[in-house]
Nanobody
Framework: QVQLVESGGGLVQAGGSLRLSCAASGSIFSIKPMGWYRQAPGKQRELVATITGAGSTNYADSVKGRFAISRDGTKNTLYLQMNSLKPEDTAVYYC???????WGQGTQVTVSS
């Protein structure tokens, strides 16, 4: 079975920072490229950032220069460091092994103006 548990969300003011974490099943984490997605009310789930097993990263234009994705293989944990947060970053954030149908429960990020 695959288990994904996101945490670290919360309520912050614009300009603040948060670090999200995702505890993932070891076999999936070691093999699959991983991504962070987010979904705001009334909108489709969108890709925020990806990281390969070799450490290569990609970011949506909307978060470039502000967010950083990383992974710790020893702890089977995926991270998303979010800086200079904006109200439009408000969403539920999910981690996801690319090419699979597995999702966690998500963690809520709310940014106030």
């Amino acid at each position: 079975q695959v288990q994904l548990v996101e945490s670290g969300g919360g309520l912050v003011q614009a300009g603040g920072s948060l670090r999200l974490s995702c505890a993932a099943s070891g076999s999936i984490f070691s093999i699959k490229p991983m991504g962070w997605y987010r979904q705001a009310p009334g909108k489709q789930r969108e890709l925020v950032a990806t990281i390969t097993g070799a450490g290569s990263t990609n970011y949506a234009d909307s978060v470039k220069g502000r967010f950083a994705i990383s992974r710790d293989g020893t702890k089977n944990t995926l991270y998303l460091q979010m800086n200079s947060l904006k109200p439009e970053d408000t969403a539920v954030y999910y981690c996801h092994p690319l090419g699979t149908g597995f999702w966690g429960q998500g963690t809520q990020v709310t940014v106030s103006s």
